[in-house]
């Protein structure tokens, strides 16, 4: 293996602030959504008492959980001593930093109170979930920083497998806290399962994947760096082989869930009856979000293209935005058991009157508040390529794997 | 000068100075005095577990007097639509702590009418998952939210099985002292914590309700009514499964 030497991304400024400047435009937007639904309330929102988490932790979750998963490419480097990932790794650790940012944000722009960050900073309750992450995304971000640390500084060389390995561990363990928010609550159908926590992991493996790919090939196209088709063409084959993992978690999830009866009329919901949220699950997440991708990634002639790699990537982020509004709403919408042997016929109060969902129509606002949180991810990682080196100069299949052939 | 002390002017000073101090202290005290017309004479304790028994075969079929009780006395009743709502969104997100539901048995169809609120359980699952302790339960087992402490994360509401809980969506122009509430918290019904403290022995759903359908009381105490009638009957806990042990039983259902 030839040294590897990595260079700040020097396309032309011009174009390097003009795409800040798209991006900013998508923050500032953002910002003043977020602004107005502070302002204003959360009653210009979709958001009610009967679906509480919208749009903005669709996109929240969905920036948390591929935060971990963009880890990967570089765990795979120092955990399981993959060669090939190790020269990844900058980029891998910059992009989860920022993906995680950028979730963050947009969760807490959400809250009721954001600007009690202060009380959630100092009053802890442990036997919340909600507690244990704060800990764990703050911990994820001063780890993955050291962490990149030691890839780039040659004196903490020495400690590059440690801190590898403690990432890495700290990462299964963060997304087991984030699927675990779902997973820890009794009252709601569709949560309540400790598949939750390995799915949420699993989910992160694709859609950190797609969205690292995406990256790498958008910074190497514009700065005219060559990438080697090999190693393109492995990281799209673990592309693939997540999305059937994820497709094999989602049917043990159902199966499981169809084997008891109790649970029959959340999986009709959800599955057959549940309208928008049933066309999403077919049509959104398990067509074009698993199975279109994995065609496309392992066929024959496709997947050697780069519109190809391309295409099945953001086909699987687009899937992940679609999982995360079938979980995160749909298991709202799907009216609670109160009275498990009996149906509600009238209510003061919208719960779920004959079994009806429960009413969600999200707002403009919402949407614009995510897509900002996915702005800063974006411009985060783009203003760590340029200003540190992070990107190698060249990852032709020579360079990073002399015996590829 | 000599070292002779001059007392008149020492006296002077220490009159002044003490008038300066009642003048201080003196509205206080007195404010003070008029604000404990009812003193709170004990700490809240663990001997007492305030809870509630309804018996729905009196809970009467369109009535809703608990409901309009409930929202008069908590001040529920003050909040307005925000200019521009949409009416229906709205109804959606406006605070209600308790609730008429009428249900139907799956199997016999027979058909039920109840008030739904916060259970108020032992184990509460809204303490479980609040990350910074706001919501929490009294050692006297009232169930309630620290609107100090509340970041409006709305995690409780995903996690309580009754659907008890509201988060405030809109600026609040008109509020009660006794029940304080802010855009971005969370609330739910707290057994009229207020009166609790100030001696009360019943909550507002109780004296709104005509018919008797509910009972009021202290569950620990084998002699109060509640647990007199508890032990008299069968009573239900809503979502027994879960283990909760509610502070609210129904009976009739």
Known sequence: MKKIYYREWGIESPRYWGILAVLGVFLAVGGLAALYMEHHGHWVTGMNNEIVWGVPHVFAIFLIVAASGALNIAAFGSVFGKKIHKSLGRLSAMLAMSLLVGGLLVLVLDLGQPTRLIVAMTEYNFKSIFAWNIFLYVGFLVIVAVYLFTMMERKASKYYPTAGLVAFVWRLILTTGTGSIFGFIVARQGYDAAIMAPMFIIMSFAYGMAIYLLMLMFTFKLDGRPLGEKLLGRLKNLLGIFAAAVLYFVLVYHLTNLYGTENHEYEAFILRDGGIYTTLFWVGWILLGLLVPMGIVFHPALGKTHGGIIAASLLVILGGFVAMYVIVIGGQAFPMAMFPDKVIIESGFYDGVNGQPLHYAPSIWEFLLGVGGVAVSLAATLVGVRVLKLLPVSLEDEIVDPYHS | ?253
């Open chain 2, 1 to 253: 000068m000599s070292g002779k002390v001059d007392q008149r002017r020492r006296e002077f000073v220490s009159v002044a100075g003490l008038a300066a101090a009642a003048s201080v202290v003196a509205p206080g005290v007195f404010l003070q005095a008029t604000a404990q017309a009812e003193p709170r004479s004990a700490p809240v304790s663990s001997k007492t577990r305030y809870g509630m028994l309804i018996d729905t075969t009196k809970c009467v079929d369109g009535c809703s007097d608990c409901v309009s009780g409930c929202e008069k006395e908590n001040g529920l009743d003050l909040l307005k639509m925000p200019e521009g709502a949409d009416p229906e969104e709205w109804d959606r997100q406006r605070p209600r702590w308790i609730r008429t539901v009428k249900v139907k048995d799956r199997l016999t169809g027979t058909v039920t009418s109840l008030p739904m609120m916060c259970q108020h359980c032992e184990f509460p699952p809204c303490q479980d998952v609040c990350p910074t302790g706001a919501s929490f339960r009294r050692v006297d087992g009232i169930v309630m939210v620290d609107r100090h402490t509340c970041i409006g994360c709305r995690y409780c509401m995903m996690a309580c099985p009754y659907k008890a809980r509201s988060f405030i969506h809109e600026d609040i122009d008109e509020k009660l002292t006794i029940a304080p509430r802010g855009k971005g918290c969370v609330e739910s019904c707290n057994l009229c914590v207020h009166r609790r403290d100030n001696g009360g022995t019943t909550t507002a759903c109780q004296d709104a309700c005509k018919h008797g359908a509910i009972l009021f009381g202290d569950l620990n105490d084998p002699n109060s009514e509640i647990a007199q009638e508890l032990r008299r009957q069968n009573n239900t806990e809503l979502r027994a499964d879960l283990k909760l042990n509610t502070g609210v039983r129904y009976r009739g259902i």
